[in-house]
């Protein structure tokens, strides 16, 4: 290995600038090694106290999942063939050492005597729930299986890993391939100036050099910002169907098809979950969620099927009602949906995208976030200079507490990079607390965050000028980044989100999203990116006002992806037909039911190269956690800044600070003093009788 590796030889930041593909298999060959090294000495020494074996646990653990979890973030956001190939050529090596160190026998027998022993009754909650949680694991990768049937268990996990990478990689060259560009201004009729600005832009980013907004052309692509603008303004019908049909059939055919793709790793997870001697995948999912069953599961989003489903055919209804009105006269396809919804919004509440957007710049949503970030966890963040970043885009933050030390640092890249970067938004860790793996003269290790959105970016001269929509998101990901970050547990296999079960980890980020629909908050956020005026208050009212339009609709939505999700992975994946399925589950509970040759399955990146497979309803569920504790806050008065202070300070003490310390149901209580009430998201929806608006 080159003796400099970026990858491998940083304490505090990384030299992100440094960093090529070309370090990324040496690095990783690194760090395997040394920490195969060093658990080859644990288990000869067998240690029978906790510090002689989570001590060294912890820290080999960390050393791996440290480098991969650099060359994964870059594989994100700067991804290249080179790249790809680098990453793909490592990542057998971290599951191979993932597989070795979960089906260490002597570590097992070791956590099993720490559980069994006297002491262990003496030990903090952390650490008990730390010995519990890594015995737990070791038995769900395989550790009491016998050798020729282990063997096998480590192949399907090295496959399913090389399946999940590929599936993703397909996804991303489908969107990328696909550009329709456009040269009359009839084809981009209805388009407002920003939507033709981003057009333009991704006209030149395909060789179209002279592009601009005022003369094209024009190109719509199929990542998100620009797919979303063109469904929701293009007056050309026959447009939207043609832009629509690709993007629901991304990664479908050709040498992108991830069918195949789907069918092995469908048969592979259930294989494997039979190995361990659970039903089907699902079963062996949640035994690492806070549901206890899928009984449990269909329950609640059965629950919110049925408060959905009239107001969900009333969207409907509506949308057709008004394109009748403005004269098409064809019966609403799943190409309309946008653009009515968007239509219906104007006429309803007046909020065109263009109008809403100027009072979003991303710096005065940045302050307001971080004002009311302040207000209720008693935390600052600040730009800091002078720390390596991946691309001019983003920016590295530090945050400090009350008393002005700094507790943990933050990486925010905000824009769309759709030749390089993954689409969506989510948030990941650089590193997380823990004592025992901190720089040498440091008492501790600070967590470090990345949040990753995918908006547009400043357009001529213009700051990015954000949605609603994304406003929301960036909230939603700053509240992972928050639980990551404020955590005060010191044991790194508990600290901030590790091992917070997946179903409750959306509490933190859902719960952020709620104060985008806090007045105050809103009037804080929403600053003219000219003329620095607040939005007009009859325009915060209608944006405030359409929370839960077409609420029904959204559930459903949702409601039916979770149940294709359960299904597909209870059910016996030979002779499956998963698009069948799909298409079954939707035809039963959306009211408009998708294309027959739709193939969003395809590109459904959450449940097959995500961490979201059997776990999809964990939107939903956490949504009930995330309601009812805003609905503390509603309860004790939102425009009571005591009690919002008084609140947080117990939300950042429980929920953000105890992170994967004790079980969530446990931290949930310790907050709100009772289980959730899954009312609380249907009023919340206005999904209750009588409680729409």
Not at 399 to 422: N, Q
């Amino acid at each position: 290995m080159p003796e400099h590796n970026p990858i491998l030889n940083w304490e505090i930041f990384p030299d992100f600038p440094a960093i090529t593909a070309d370090h990324v298999v040496p690095a990783i060959q690194e760090a395997v090694a040394r920490s195969t090294a060093d658990l080859e000495i644990l288990e000869a020494s067998r240690p029978a106290t906790w510090h002689g074996l989570l001590v060294p646990l912890e820290r080999l653990s960390d050393r791996v999942s440290r480098a991969w979890g650099l060359a994964t973030h870059l594989h994100n956001v700067r991804n290249s063939p080179a790249m790809r190939q680098a990453y793909a050529e490592a990542q057998p090596l971290v599951v191979e050492f993932s597989s070795r160190l979960g089906q260490s026998r002597p570590v097992y027998e070791g956590l099993t005597a720490l559980l069994q022993s006297p002491e262990y009754q003496t030990f903090s909650q952390a650490l008990q729930r730390t010995i519990t949680l890594l015995a737990r694991d070791a038995a769900l990768q395989g550790v009491g299986l016998e050798a020729e049937a282990r063997e096998r268990f480590n192949a399907i996990s090295q496959e399913l890993a090389e399946l999940s990478t590929r599936f993703t990689n397909n996804v991303l060259d489908a969107t990328q391939a696909y550009a329709l560009v456009l040269t009359s201004p009839d084809d981009v009729a209805g388009l407002p100036v920003d939507s033709l600005s981003l057009a333009a832009g991704k006209a030149r980013a395909r060789g179209h050099e002279g592009a601009t907004a005022e003369a094209g052309p024009w190109a719509v692509t199929l990542d998100l910002p620009s797919f979303l603008s063109f469904m929701q303004h293009a007056s050309r019908r026959d447009l939207r169907e043609e832009v629509y049909r690709a993007y629901i059939t991304r990664a479908s055919a050709g040498e992108n098809d991830n069918l195949p793709l789907i069918l092995r790793i469908l048969a592979l997870r259930r294989e494997q979950a039979g190995m361990l001697g659970f039903g089907n995948f699902a079963a062996m999912s949640l035994a690492r969620k806070m549901a206890p069953d899928t009984a449990g599961i269909e329950a609640l989003l059965h629950t919110i099927r049925d408060a959905a489903t009239d107001p969900g055919l009333g969207d409907l209804i509506e949308l057709g009602d008004l394109a009748r009105e403005r004269g098409q006269h064809e019966e609403i396809q799943p190409w309309d949906v946008m653009f009515w919804t968007e239509r219906l919004k104007e006429e309803r509440f007046g909020l065109r995208d263009d109008l809403v957007r100027p009072y979003f710049p991303l710096p005065a949503v940045l302050t307001g976030l971080f004002e009311r970030i302040g207000e209720l966890f008693d935390v600052r963040i600040e730009a800091a200079d002078g720390v390596p970043v991946w691309h001019p885009d983003a920016t590295f933050y530090r945050v400090l507490d009350e008393r002005g030390l700094e507790i943990a640092g933050l990486y925010l890249d905000p824009y769309a990079r759709p030749e390089e970067k993954r689409g969506g938004a989510w948030m990941d860790e650089l590193c997380g607390r823990s004592t025992v793996c901190a720089a040498s003269g440091r008492d501790i290790r600070l967590p470090v965050a990345y949040v990753n959105c995918n908006q547009r970016p400043g357009l001529d001269g213009a700051p990015s000028l954000m949605s609603f929509q994304e406003v929301t998101t960036l909230f939603h990901e700053f509240g992972h980044a928050l639980q990551h970050m404020l955590t005060t547990v010191r044991h790194g296999f508990v600290a901030g989100i590790s091992n917070v079960e997946w179903d409750a980890v959306e509490l933190a980020s859902q719960f952020m999203e709620n104060w985008c629909y806090h007045r105050p908050t809103l009037a804080g956020l929403a600053r003219h990116y000219l003329t620095g005026e607040p939005m007009p208050e009859d325009m915060a009212d209608k944006l405030l006002g359409a929370r839960t339009f077409r609420a029904g609709s959204n559930a459903l939505r949702q409601v039916s992806f979770a149940l294709t999700d359960l299904a597909l992975h209870t059910a016996d994946p030979e002779g499956l037909d998963p698009l069948a399925v799909a298409q079954t589950i939707a035809q039963d509970i959306l009211p408009l039911p998708p294309l027959p040759e739709d193939r969003f399955l395809c590109s459904f990146s959450h449940i097959f190269s995500g961490g979201y497979a059997a776990g999809y309803y964990s939107y939903k569920w956490a949504e009930v956690l995330s309601a009812d504790a805003f609905g503390a806050f509603e309860e004790a008065g939102l425009d009571d800044p005591n009690a919002r202070r008084a609140l947080g300070r117990r939300f950042r003490d429980t929920v953000l600070a105890l992170g994967g310390s004790r079980h969530p149901m446990d931290v949930f209580r310790l907050f709100r003093g009772r289980e959730p009430d899954p009312q609380a998201l249907l009023r919340q929806e206005g999904l209750l009788p009588g409680g729409r608006s």
